[in-house]
């Protein structure tokens, strides 16, 4: 258990969440600046634009695939008619 000079107050580690909201307990390195908060949104409003766009690009390209196979089974189906309609003409 951490010892402390004064009886009347908790001993806290300088990384105790109590710490960090008492100004002057937490250690340096573990405050963050609000221009590196501004510069991690920044890169990660950029990573979800490209994210989206990859993503949606991929969606796009399976939904062509699929109404394409959709329209080729269609063209297909009327072609086997068509030509069975003639066969049987003939």
Same mark, same amino acid.
């Not at 010892?3 to 307990?25: E, F, I, N, Q, V």
């Given at each position: 258990?951490?010892m402390?000079?004064?009886?009347?107050?908790?001993?806290?580690?300088?990384?105790?969440?109590?710490?960090?909201?008492?100004?002057?307990?937490?250690?340096?390195?573990?405050?963050?600046?609000?221009?590196?908060?501004?510069?991690?949104? /920044?890169?990660? %409003?950029? &990573?979800?634009?490209? #994210? !989206? @766009?990859?993503? $949606? =690009? *991929?969606?796009?390209?399976?939904? +062509?695939? /699929?109404?394409? %196979?959709? &329209?080729?089974?269609? #063209? !297909? @189906?009327?072609? $086997? =008619? *068509?030509?069975?309609?003639?066969? +049987?003409?003939?």
């Amino acid at each position: 258990m951490l010892m402390s000079c004064r009886p009347d107050k908790k001993p806290t580690h300088p990384l105790h969440p109590r710490s960090a909201m008492t100004p002057g307990l937490t250690h340096p390195n573990h405050t963050v600046t609000e221009e590196v908060m501004e510069e991690v949104m /920044e890169v990660m %409003e950029e &990573v979800m634009v490209e #994210v !989206m @766009e990859e993503v $949606m =690009e *991929e969606v796009m390209e399976e939904v +062509m695939e /699929e109404e394409m %196979e959709e &329209v080729m089974e269609e #063209v !297909m @189906e009327e072609v $086997m =008619e *068509e030509v069975m309609e003639e066969v +049987m003409r003939r």
